[in-house]
């Protein structure tokens, strides 16, 4: 379907991010240029950062957690001697110094980034603390910390190195900052280090592969195809069902499985998320709980 069919557009768009711009201003020009029903993005960008920024339109919005919590591939640049109250180029110099690694000394402390670790979010990031983000905080020159939480990094690869900077990619999970990484490694190094350049390649299902940039969505806006809504979900079990026992949850109902069993391929574990499939399209998802299938995100005809 053409995404120039007003208010009425189901699917995915992948932006490819400007440099110094908000996750929030992307939408915005999507939402005056489109008038979606609903709009939204999956996974937030700082302004520094260029790439993937998945945008939900119409029942796409309801499939954005299920992106949010897939992995992340950045490739990144940190510049060493120095730390930054931002953990980036953006933020004032909090100290530095003359200090340099080699490339055997990244080499040799990269396994210990990989795995599941413990990492301190960025003072100047959304989390909330007593009901305030912590860059507002951060900002106003308020003193707190932020507890360190696990995350998961599959994969750190360095790309290029040099005296001054070097590149990494990395593979990760949800809560993941680059940031932190960076500050991390440099701290790790003893030469300190901040992110100069970030990239997201690929989030979730999607890729930079298919990302179009913000100014040729503005020239090619009626051509452009939105990327359908199952696409988003990866290979997550379906049920196949007549219309009658879809239209059935559809409209709200619950349904044993014993009714259901010639429908799927295997049993569903307790609470999993099945695609709802119908007639050869994604009508929602349904969920398995105590022996019945369950309405969980449906999207009306």
Excluded at 50 to 74: C, E, N, R, S
Excluded at 98 to 105: I, Q, V
């Amino acid at each position: 379907m053409s995404i120039n069919t007003k208010n009425d557009i189901n699917g995915f768009l992948i932006i490819d991010k400007p440099y110094n711009m908000g996750s929030t201003i992307v939408v915005s020009k999507l939402k005056w240029a489109l008038s979606p029903k609903k709009i939204g993005h999956a996974g937030t960008l700082d302004p520094l950062a260029t790439g993937v920024l998945p945008i939900a339109l119409g029942h796409a919005t309801k499939l954005i957690p299920f992106v949010m919590d897939g992995q992340k591939t950045y490739e990144f640049q940190i510049t060493w001697g120095a730390e930054t109250e931002t953990d980036d180029r953006e933020g004032a110099f909090t100290q530095t110094t003359s200090k340099r690694p080699t490339k055997d000394d990244v080499l040799k402390i990269l396994p210990s980034f990989i795995g599941t670790i413990e990492q301190v979010p960025p003072a100047y990031s959304a989390i909330k603390i007593a009901g305030k983000r912590a860059y507002d905080m951060a900002r106003s020159g308020q003193d707190f910390s932020l507890k360190p939480r696990p995350v998961q990094i599959e994969n750190l690869t360095l790309l290029r190195f040099s005296s001054i900077s070097a590149d990494f990619r990395v593979v990760c999970g949800k809560g993941t900052y680059v940031r932190s990484l960076g500050h991390d490694i440099g701290r790790a190094l003893g030469c300190l280090g901040y992110i100069s350049v970030l990239r997201r390649t690929a989030c979730g299902p999607f890729h930079i592969d298919q990302a179009i940039s913000l100014s040729a969505f503005q020239e090619k806006n009626p051509d452009i195809m939105p990327i359908p809504l199952e696409n988003a979900l990866g290979k997550m079990c379906q049920i196949q069902l007549p219309p009658s026992e879809t239209r059935r949850l559809l409209q709200g109902q619950r349904l044993p499985l014993r009714q259901m069993e010639s429908f799927l391929d295997h049993i569903p574990s307790e609470t999993e998320i099945l695609c709802l499939i119908s007639d050869g399209h994604l009508k929602g998802l349904v969920q398995y709980r105590q022996g019945v299938i369950h309405p969980y995100r449906i999207f009306p005809d």
